[in-house]
């Protein structure tokens, strides 16, 4: 029998793009699947738009769950304890994935036991170097890795659940608790990307700059927890450090090109 997934969409205020997420999941030509909605406190229709979904979809296995608002981490943490995959995977309520995104997955994880946890590309991007590494279509990614560039995009992993239970959760404490789950599993569990993109990926821009430096801190935390961790020697702090401030000032400029681009 396949293996049971689980698909983890907290949601906040989504009532645009909501029902198109939800397609995306429940037309996988992989089908033994669970949905596990988390409404993190919304104020629009979101709440409303998904009753009506499970109403009118019957067949499939979808739970909605109603918290007071939190942050994504808090709501990607409630659905994991309310999921019972034997595999979880996590989508954010703008994104969308390719239908065949989790079969093609799963059969990585049966072709290729050493996997752990496994993540693709987004929005038709494929990796071909990076300081002189070559990436293959399944390339493990590592801690140092991660710490360069975040290889392993959420919304585009499926991890082994038996790994989440052992790493622990999402920190709902601080920005960037995406990467920092990924490196934690990193360090200890086989990380793959899968150089291939099943994930139509949706930014906002505007909503982002916002709290840009919020999510630099986390990054820096990051750097900061790769030290303890001994994942990187303290002697390579400032370097990555260094280049993590690096790529915050590029991402500022871009977003204030665009904000004077849209006035």
């Known amino acids: 029998m396949q293996p049971l ?6 949601v906040y205020n989504s009532e645009a793009t909501i029902e198109d997420t939800l397609d995306s999941v429940i037309k996988q030509t992989y089908k033994n699947i669970e949905i596990i909605l988390v409404d993190d406190g919304s104020k629009d229709r979101s709440n409303e738009i998904m009753q009506n979904y499970i109403k009118n979809h019957p067949n499939n296995q979808i ?20 999921s019972t995959g034997d595999f979880i995977s996590f989508l ?11 079969e093609t997955q799963i059969d990585v994880f049966y072709n290729h036991s050493y996997v752990d946890c496994l993540g693709t590309n987004m929005n038709g991007e494929k990796f071909k170097r990076l300081f002189g590494f070559k990436f293959e279509r399944l390339t493990q990614v590592t801690p140092r890795m991660m710490l360069m560039k975040n290889f392993l995009c959420i919304q585009t992993v499926l991890v082994k659940r038996n790994v989440i239970q052992d790493i622990g959760y999402f920190y709902e404490d601080q920005d960037n608790e995406d990467s920092n789950i990924i490196i934690r599993i990193a360090q200890k569990y ?3 990307l899968l150089n291939e993109s099943y994930v139509k990926y949706i930014p906002n821009i505007s909503g982002v700059s916002s709290r840009m430096w919020e999510m630099e801190k986390g990054e820096l935390k990051n750097v900061q927890m790769a030290v303890k961790m001994k ?21 500022w400029i871009v977003s204030f090109m665009f ?5």
Do not use: A, H
């Open 92 to 102: 954010d309520s703008d994104d969308q994935w390719d239908y065949n995104k989790i």
């Open 231 to 251: 994942m990187i020697s303290p002697f390579e702090y400032p370097f990555f450090t260094g280049f993590s401030l690096l790529k915050f000032f590029r991402r």
């Open 190 to 192: 086989n990380c793959y």
């Open 5 to 10: 997934v689980s698909v983890v969409i907290p």
């Open 63 to 82: 739970k909605l769950i109603t918290k007071e608002n939190g942050g994504v981490s808090s709501s990607r943490n409630k659905g994991i304890d309310e």
């Open 259 to 263: 904000r004077i681009w849209k006035k």
